[in-house]
């Protein structure tokens, strides 16, 4: 089965944003274990593996969101347009 080009994406982002705490180790879709969050799976793998990336437990989501916003791709499909959209929809009605 070929991984999901957004958990893939994700993936990069949290690689790049944690390479000194991961030694320089990249951690793939296929080292997670299964369910439909990303950010829940990483958390698991993290805790599974014995790793300490921040001391209360699991990483910081936001070094992952400031990668992602300090180097964004060039373009992004539909279905994470749509998510961005709705975020924004929501944000905006308060």
């Not at 982002?13 to 997670?32: I, K, R, S, W």
């Not at 964004?72 to 539909?78: E, M």
Request: aromatic share 10%; hydrophobic share 40%; proline share 5%.
């Amino acid at each position: 089965m070929q991984g999901n080009i957004d958990a893939r994406r994700y993936l990069r982002y949290f690689n790049e944003a944690f390479t000194n705490q991961l030694g320089g180790v990249l951690v793939a879709e296929v080292d997670l274990p299964p369910g439909d969050r990303i950010v829940q799976r990483l958390e698991q793998h993290i805790k599974d593996k014995g790793r300490t990336i921040r001391p209360s437990g699991g990483f910081n989501h936001y070094a992952v969101a400031t990668r992602f916003a300090s180097s964004p791709p060039k373009s992004l499909d539909a279905a994470t347009m749509a998510r961005f959209k709705a975020l924004f929809v929501a944000v905006n009605t308060y």
